[in-house]
């Protein structure tokens, strides 16, 4: 997964029921929309940005993340791969954890804009820093075979454990179940799925 800056703000979340994003651009709200837009999974500047729109973006729900390609942070792919339901193809936005939609491209002044933004190279342990045109340059010289960004297992394993306390949170508010003896045996089984979690309190 990428670099996470830890002192950096999460914007919006972003949701799509289709596994493509679409094509239509959204309306542009002028430069100063983009100053403080991350991207939800890397908490960089999204290059490629595109916009998830989700059951509760009608509430200020709005999650950004990069579309950008292996060769690149590559978030929005990730995310989608990890986090869609085979069966159903539903995805929940990573915020509100709301039913993703759609996925839409931001328009092309905001687009400009934020891939003008510097952010780091995807590659784990290069320092490099650039705007999304210098990045593409910088792989291509210096990253010659790098196909896919290099995961960090320990903050692939963080972002797992955030996902799963957002889950155990939200079926433990929504079944009324009494919240310090749950939240003790998720503490005492991290890696169990909250669910199952749910399962072993009752028994």
Same mark, same amino acid.
């Given at each position: 997964?990428? +670099?996470? &800056?830890?002192? %950096?703000?999460?914007? *919006?979340?972003?949701?799509?029921?289709?596994?493509?994003?679409?094509?239509?651009?959204?309306?542009?709200?002028? &430069?100063?929309?983009?100053?403080?837009?991350?991207?939800?999974?890397?908490?960089? #500047?999204?290059?490629?940005?595109?916009?998830?729109?989700? *059951?509760? *973006?009608?509430?200020? @729900? %709005?999650?950004?993340?990069?579309?950008?390609?292996? %060769?690149?942070?590559?978030?929005f792919k990730?995310?989608? +791969?990890?986090?869609?339901?085979?069966?159903?193809?539903?995805?929940?936005?990573?915020? @509100? $954890?709301?039913?993703?939609?759609? #996925?839409? +491209?931001?328009?092309?002044?905001?687009?400009?804009?934020?891939?003008?933004k510097p952010?780091?190279?995807?590659?784990?342990?290069?320092?490099?820093?650039?705007?999304? @045109?210098?990045?593409?340059?910088?792989?291509?010289?210096?990253?010659?075979?790098?196909?896919?960004?290099?995961?960090?297992?320990?903050?692939?394993?963080?972002?797992?454990?955030?996902? $799963?306390?957002?889950?155990?949170?939200?079926?433990?508010?929504?079944?009324?179940?009494?919240? *310090?003896?749950?939240?003790?045996?998720?503490?005492?089984?991290?890696?169990? &799925?909250?669910?199952?979690?749910?399962?072993?309190? %009752?028994?």
């Amino acid at each position: 997964m990428p +670099k996470v &800056p830890s002192n %950096r703000t999460r914007v *919006s979340p972003y949701p799509l029921r289709s596994t493509r994003t679409q094509k239509e651009p959204i309306e542009a709200q002028g &430069p100063s929309q983009w100053e403080d837009v991350l991207c939800v999974i890397c908490q960089e #500047a999204p290059h490629n940005a595109i916009l998830m729109r989700c *059951s509760s *973006s009608s509430t200020g @729900c %709005r999650a950004y993340m990069c579309d950008t390609s292996v %060769r690149h942070s590559n978030c929005f792919k990730q995310y989608r +791969k990890k986090n869609m339901n085979r069966v159903t193809k539903v995805m929940n936005c990573p915020y @509100c $954890r709301g039913e993703v939609y759609e #996925a839409m +491209k931001v328009q092309s002044g905001g687009r400009r804009d934020l891939n003008a933004k510097p952010r780091s190279c995807a590659f784990e342990n290069c320092n490099f820093s650039g705007t999304y @045109c210098q990045l593409k340059n910088h792989l291509k010289a210096d990253h010659p075979s790098y196909t896919r960004p290099l995961v960090d297992q320990g903050r692939d394993r963080a972002w797992e454990q955030m996902q $799963r306390a957002t889950e155990y949170n939200d079926i433990n508010a929504a079944a009324g179940l009494p919240h *310090s003896g749950l939240e003790v045996l998720h503490q005492q089984l991290p890696d169990v &799925p909250p669910r199952l979690v749910i399962l072993l309190w %009752r028994s």
